[in-house]
T-cell receptor, first 115, second 113 residues
Framework: AQTVTQSQPEMSVQEAETVTLSCTYDTSESNYYLFWYKQPPSRQMILVIRQEAYKQQNATENRFSVNFQKAAKSFSLKISDSQLGDTAMYFCAFMPNFGNEKLTFGTGTRLTIIP | DAGVIQSPRHEVTEMGQEVTLRCKPISGHDYLFWYRQTMMRGLELLIYFNNNVPIDDSGMPEDRFSAKMPNASFSTLKIQPSEPRDSAVYFC???????????FGPGTRLTVT
């Protein structure tokens, strides 16, 4: 079974700073998908970014980017120029390869952006 | 598009009662997922459907839980009888194809007293 580990329960940074959230996972699969989801206080789950394991290029989405290290099974999320609206719980998630839609989530990191 | 719609948003019930949670996925999405979120266990996938057919129900905690998808635009998650440990936020999500972004509904907060 796959496991996803987020070792930082809480983090806080000043507005406009850059912050990196870490995630590691364990799998025997060679092809899979990784995701970062954001859950603000409204409770809504929102996809931040998606990475396909067979792609070497790190995914980026505006101020959000990932550092995907396949050999190390590491998938960190970098938020640049952080904004107050980035305050939320962030969940890393793993999906096995094509044909299995089961998402396994980490325990989350609570990120607070300080004005 | 209205997004994934869940009802009710909040449900308070007494132990032993039947609870039914409802979900309307985004039109055209082939996959529907039910998740549960608790402080102790985090976010867990309970079951998912592809084209109205249950594919993986290994996350359903016990026989008290059942889920149905009678058509492409409606799904239910039923708990009978409910217990206090079922208190959680239940999310429904849908996605348009394999390995795609999942769109989550706003969740139903269930409290069983």
């Amino acid at each position: 079974a796959q496991t996803v580990t987020q070792s930082q329960p809480e983090m806080s940074v000043q507005e406009a700073e850059t912050v990196t959230l870490s995630c590691t996972y364990d799998t025997s699969e060679s092809n899979y998908y990784l995701f970062w989801y954001k859950q603000p206080p409204s409770r809504q789950m929102i996809l931040v970014i998606r990475q396909e394991a067979y792609k070497q290029q790190n995914a980026t989405e505006n101020r959000f980017s990932v550092n995907f290290q396949k050999a190390a099974k590491s998938f960190s999320l970098k938020i640049s120029d952080s904004q107050l609206g980035d305050t939320a719980m962030y969940f890393c998630a793993f999906m096995p390869n094509f044909g299995n839609e089961k998402l396994t989530f980490g325990t989350g990191t609570r990120l607070t952006i300080i004005p | 598009d209205a997004g994934v719609i869940q009802s009710p948003r909040h449900e308070v019930t007494e132990m032993g009662q039947e609870v039914t949670l409802r979900c309307k996925p985004i039109s055209g999405h082939d996959y529907l997922f039910w998740y549960r979120q608790t402080m102790m266990r985090g976010l867990e996938l309970l079951i998912y459907f592809n084209n109205n057919v249950p594919i993986d129900d290994s996350g359903m905690p016990e026989d008290r839980f059942s889920a149905k998808m009678p058509n492409a635009s409606f799904s239910t998650l039923k708990i009978q009888p409910s217990e206090p440990r079922d208190s959680a936020v239940y999310f429904c999500a849908s996605s348009p194809r394999q390995a795609a972004k999942q769109y989550f509904g706003p969740g139903t907060r269930l409290t069983v007293t």
